[in-house]
């Protein structure tokens, strides 16, 4: 089978994304009333060393997501639809095993549109590896982007 690009795998997520947040026009006016109840929901995970030897890297990550959620409590505004935001918050507890079974869980049980990841390699390339296998589109931050792109050619820097 061949490997999709990156320009397909970012179509299918945004496919995915609007079939999950638009599947409710398609029941038509008898259940108007409902779907115009609530704004449709872009779910965020974070995974971040939050406990263990990496955890002074996400000393302000409670900070941080308070803050994000303050600032978009009231929703972000989309062309002509608003999206509530929810983070969900995992620990990779600073091994790289764990992050990327929490970017897992992430993935399939708790069913995030998105992945955020920050801090260092060990916990960024594992969940950029677990994204990438899950074709879940994924940001990253804080960490060198030459490690993520050597541990994806299986090179050791």
Do not use: W
Not at 134 to 146: F, G, I
Request: proline share 7%; hydrophobic share 40%; net charge negative.
């Amino acid at each position: 089978m061949p490997r999709a690009s990156a320009a397909d795998l970012r179509t299918s997520a945004l496919v995915s994304f609007r079939l999950r947040t638009n599947a409710g026009t398609a029941a038509g006016p008898i259940f108007a009333p409902a779907i115009h109840a609530a704004n449709a929901k872009i779910k965020l995970g974070y995974v971040t060393p939050q406990t263990g030897p990496l955890a002074a890297f996400a000393q302000s990550d409670d900070f941080n997501v308070k803050n994000f959620l303050e600032t978009v409590k009231d929703g972000v505004k989309v062309g002509d639809s608003t999206y509530d935001i929810e983070v969900v918050v995992k620990d990779s507890q600073s091994n790289p095993n764990r992050a990327a079974e929490v970017a897992k869980e992430l993935i399939v049980s708790d069913e995030i549109d998105l992945m955020l990841v920050a801090s260092t390699p060990e916990t960024t390339n594992p969940v950029s590896t677990t994204c990438e296998i899950e074709q879940m589109p994924n940001v990253s931050t804080m960490a060198p982007l030459a490690l993520l792109q050597a541990s994806q050619r299986g090179v050791t820097p």
